[in-house]
């Protein structure tokens, strides 16, 4: 028996990376409380998680903001929110990632105030704000502004944290998202890189930072990157990131630093993986994933961020989150992992596949460069269309058993789940009232942030220095500063830019996605748009059509998106308008366009409200005769509720299988037009 290494004989540990959990909800008082219960943890940076109306610009009370406040992060409208967020947690110590983006200035903002209010030298403030909104037109959906002034807003906020907040990271480039939306490694790569082209070629051509500072510029710009269960090939991408980073900064920006070339990223583990169906095979799944991106001492990321085993289940409750940071830590501090170099150095396969990564990057950001850059790409709806067709393809190699995802479609058999044997008490919920005691808050706030003990100016004038400067070329950062220190609420600021900046709609990328599943004769989708084309001759129209909305503030839109293409390929008319509209506005385009059947895609948790809403209007309007069919994450005891409430059939992420889902719809549209069920399987 090998005798154990003699600890004076062990080699001394690298320091570990930052860990963190992605957190946040309710309100300001209720996350302050779970971030100090984390850090007491061992959790080593925060990592701030903002509902929706704060990452679009509305206040809580903003008719779009119904249901979904506090649901998916904390609601922060003005600095009184922010003071309470970070209360008792000294902001010069800590290493804050804020998930912001369209809206990331004015979080900052608030930041910086809070963090002055405290005492602390904001030159040695250590964090990083999101803010690529490049990945929002494309995937995640919170933008708010066309893409010229939001490369603006970015551009505005490098420049002003290079003089002013030297530490802190103003851009985080987010490939994560891009994944979550089908990109392949290549496209998560090239779409990266491309979109840190645009931002660097904006900050050196604004003239606000001189070509001798550059390297700083360059230095602070961080990614954060996806890391899937395909372990070599992530593995893989981290290195060929670096090298494609270092080959940029070098060639096209001529920074000389080795340190300022430096690939910096931080992760949270895919999340598009993780499945409803036997949730404990998740947590293997992100273990896995997480060593893709810390094995490797050369690849290895600064922060890593882990989701917890039940997030397709709803929100993870503080235990969820202990899980997930616990499994960081035995990595970190009981493993030798810390104490080598680079594992993989040498090796041929490694190598092999670094370079085939690289070429083919390298080719596609060309590609992008050639059409005017990423903007340009956005616009054009060039990048979407290519991630929904990569989408698609993979659903399509999940639904023919292709690509294997256990305990999804194969190895389905299972025992009796005991983490899940309560599914009401498996996931942590928001507590309804909880919306009405925020708009409350704001209320009350808005009302008294003039008198004391706040004494705030009155923020007009700050708000119309901040339209003034918006019409003009000089840097927003000043501006948004007057408004944070004069009591402007989040909904105030972004609606001042509104007036100026206008708003932007972006590309579906459906109508031009390609044909993922060939229509072969004999085939289920073969069948189903045969029932789709019986439907409609019996109903006398020349084809079906179908609605897919997305009610409320959630941009996630990749099922949407999905679900869309499918029916289209299955023979529907399909009406898809995108994101964040109202209920008055999805019943008035299903009542306008006389369709046949409303699809509701909502992963946000403000489906309880949303959904009835589009239910009762349709009642009001007469037009009961049109099923409407609801997907998310959607808990079961708030599926049977929707189910009661009218709805014809509920979907989540355990329901795969989009043409068998399209076949059910087929029926529904059936059913409620009093048609005789068809024999034709689905």
Request: overall charge negative; some cysteine; proline content about 5%.
């Amino acid at each position: 028996m090998t005798e154990r290494q003699p600890a004076e004989n062990r080699r001394e540990k690298d320091r570990p990376w930052l860990m963190r959990t992605y957190a946040g909800h309710s309100t300001a008082e209720a996350s302050n409380e779970l971030y100090r219960r984390n850090l007491a943890k061992g959790q080593t940076g925060l990592s701030v998680a903002f509902d929706l109306p704060t990452q679009t610009g509305y206040d809580s009370d903003h008719i779009l903001a119904r249901g979904e406040v506090g649901r998916v992060g904390v609601p922060i409208a003005h600095l009184g929110d922010m003071r309470r967020l970070f209360q008792d947690i000294p902001l010069e110590q800590m290493n804050t990632s804020m998930t912001i983006n369209a809206t990331a200035m004015w979080l900052l903002a608030l930041y910086q105030v809070v963090a002055e209010e405290q005492g602390a030298d904001i030159t040695k403030l250590q964090g990083t704000t999101q803010n690529d909104i490049v990945k929002e037109y494309l995937s995640r959906g919170t933008h708010v502004f066309p893409p010229g002034p939001s490369l603006r807003l970015t551009t505005d906020m490098i420049a002003y944290t290079v003089s002013h907040m030297p530490k802190w990271n103003p851009i985080n480039i987010c490939s994560y998202h891009l994944q979550e939306a089908g990109a392949t490694p290549v496209q998560e790569i090239a779409y990266a890189m491309s979109t840190a082209i645009a931002v660097l070629d904006a900050v050196r051509d604004s003239g606000q930072v001189p070509q001798e500072r550059m390297g700083d510029v360059v230095g602070r710009i961080s990614f954060f990157v996806n890391a899937g269960v395909r372990f070599i090939e992530e593995m893989c991408k981290m290195r060929a990131f670096g090298r494609i980073w270092d080959k940029v900064t070098r060639e096209r920006y001529g920074i000389e630093n080795p340190k300022h070339r430096r690939f910096r990223y931080g992760v949270q583990v895919n999340s598009l993986g993780l499945t409803e169906a036997q949730p404990e095979n998740n947590v293997q799944r992100i273990v896995l994933e997480m060593l893709a991106v810390t094995l490797s001492k050369d690849a290895r990321a600064r922060a890593v961020q882990l989701p917890a085993w039940n997030e397709a289940l709803g929100l993870p409750r503080p235990w969820d989150q202990q899980w997930s940071l616990r499994i960081q830590q035995v990595l970190a501090y009981e493993s030798d992992l810390l104490e080598y170099e680079d594992i993989f150095e040498g090796s041929k396969v490694i190598e092999a596949k670094v370079a085939e990564l690289v070429e083919s990057a390298l080719a596609e950001i060309d590609r992008i460069q050639e059409m005017g850059g990423a903007m340009a790409a956005v616009e054009s709806g060039y990048l979407k269309s290519q991630l929904v067709a990569s989408h698609a393809e993979r659903r399509g190699r999940i639904e023919s058993g292709q690509e294997k995802i256990i305990g999804v479609n194969a190895f389905e058999g299972t025992e009796p789940n005991p983490l899940t044997a309560d599914l009401d008490t498996a996931i942590q919920t928001v507590d309804p009232e909880v919306e009405a005691r925020v708009i409350a808050s704001l209320q009350q706030w808005r009302d008294s942030r003039y008198q004391p003990p706040f004494n705030h100016p009155r923020p007009c004038k700050a708000l119309e220095r901040l339209k003034e400067a918006a019409r003009g070329t000089g840097n927003l950062m000043e501006a948004t500063l007057e408004c944070a220190r004069a009591g402007a609420t989040t909904g105030e600021w972004a609606g001042a830019l509104r007036e100026v900046f206008g708003e932007f709609r972006a590309p579906t990328g459906v109508s031009s996605a390609p044909v993922a599943v060939p229509v072969e004769e004999g085939s289920t989708l073969a069948l189903v748009r045969h029932k789709v084309d019986v439907t409609a001759k019996e109903l006398g129209v020349g084809k079906l059509r179908f609605l897919v909305g997305k009610p409320g503030l959630d941009g996630h839109s990749n099922g949407a998106e999905q679900i869309a293409v499918r029916a289209r390929d299955a023979g529907f008319e399909v009406v898809y308008q995108g994101i964040r509209l109202t209920p008055e506005q999805i019943v008035d385009a299903a009542l306008a366009e006389d369709v046949h059947a409303v699809g509701l895609s909502i992963l946000s948790g403000s489906h309880a409200q949303l959904v009835p809403d589009v239910l009762e209007r349709l009642r009001v309007a007469g037009a009961t005769d049109i099923p409407v069919i609801a997907g998310g994450i959607i808990p079961n005891g708030d599926a049977e509720q929707l189910r009661q409430a009218g709805v014809a059939a509920v979907f989540t992420p355990k329901d795969f299988d989009i043409t068998g889902i399209i076949g059910r719809i087929v029926d529904e549209i059936r059913k409620a037009n009093q048609l005789d069920p068809l024999e034709v399987p689905a």
